[in-house]
């Protein structure tokens, strides 16, 4: 069965220069494990930089720093979202197979 992920999670974004911050929180706890390695596999698709993970396991959530992400950061960049808000839009929009 495959589902979204906004049906199992939410996500919170911020942004310092071309790194981007996407903090990811499971609905259910027993749905972190999962979200762990399959939401980083899937940012490194979108992001050019490297992707690194950090879990809180005692509150089931999950952030993720991505570096280059923004093509190159807000004063220089010419994407219409050089903050990253709309990556954290785009990331809820990911199909899993659960």
């Known amino acids: ?6 049906d ?4 919170r974004a911020g942004d310092k220069g071309n ?21 980083k596999e899937y940012l490194k698709e979108v992001v050019e930089g490297h992707v690194v993970r950090y879990g809180v396991p005692n509150i089931a959530a999950l952030q993720f720093v991505c570096h280059r992400a923004l093509l190159g950061g807000v ?3 010419l994407s219409t979202d050089t903050h990253g808000k709309s990556l954290s839009y785009a990331l809820l929009e990911m199909e899993l197979d659960v």
């Open 1 to 6: 069965m495959k589902k979204k992920l906004y």
């Open 8 to 11: 199992l999670a939410h996500s």
């Open 19 to 39: 790194t981007l911050i996407l903090s990811l929180i499971p609905y259910h706890e027993q749905d972190y494990p999962m979200l762990c390695e399959k939401v």
């Open 75 to 77: 004063t220089t960049s």
